[in-house]
Each structure stands twice: as structure tokens, then as C-alpha cells.
């Protein structure tokens, strides 16, 4: 799972099924709370993801395609947003948690800290 900061007013909870690559990718979101952000010089969302699939830049690729890029992006952030920003912090997209898939255990979660 991961948490990321992205440009504008999302609300509520869905999913993003949208290829990536010419594959078939799917992402739950969940938007926790908006506010303005001064040193973004923009409304923000803070947004809860959880991929599906493990394509290349999926997430990134979901948040643009609902009109809400993650800040930080200069790859899928339309430049006009970008220079409307005073952000010079990196993007704005952590892992939460990682699950994986153990031979002998049939899930091991862990959060990350």
C-alpha cells in the first residue's frame, strides 16, 4: 500500500482500471482529507493506494489519468502545474506497507516505518 500527496480536490474512494503499458493494470484509491498547501501553492489531497497489479509508474499513471498527479511528479505532472509549485522535495509518494508471499506462510504484512 502506499500514501501520496496529489495536486487538487479528490474525493470519496474507487478504483482506476486504465492500461499501463499495454497492460491491463488496477488501482484502489482512497482520498483521506484536502487542504491548501502553501509551499505547493495548491489545494492537495492526501490519497491512500493500493495497486493490484505491479506495472512500471502505475500509480503515478492512475492519479494523471483522474486529473490529480502526484506533486512531485515531473514526468506525468503537466509542466503548468509544475511551475506553479515552489516544491523542490522530490515526489510525493511513499509505501506504507509491503506484502509479501512466503513459501512456507501464506501472507507476511508488515508496515513500514
Known sequence: EYVAIVHGTLLGKGTVE????????????HAVYSAWSPSINSETTRVHLTPHTGRSHQLRQ??????????????????DIQQRNS??????????????????????????E
Open 18 to 29: 486504465l492500461d499501463v503499458g499495454g497492460k491491463y493494470a488496477r488501482t484502489e484509491y
Open 62 to 79: 492512475h492519479m494523471k489519468a483522474l486529473g490529480h498527479p502526484i506533486v512531485g511528479d515531473k514526468t506525468y505532472c503537466p509542466i
Open 87 to 112: 516544491n523542490k522535495h522530490g515526489m510525493y509518494l511513499w509505501a506504507s506497507s509491503v506484502q509479501l508471499i512466503h513459501p512456507d506462510v501464506e501472507a507476511a504484512h508488515a508496515p513500514v
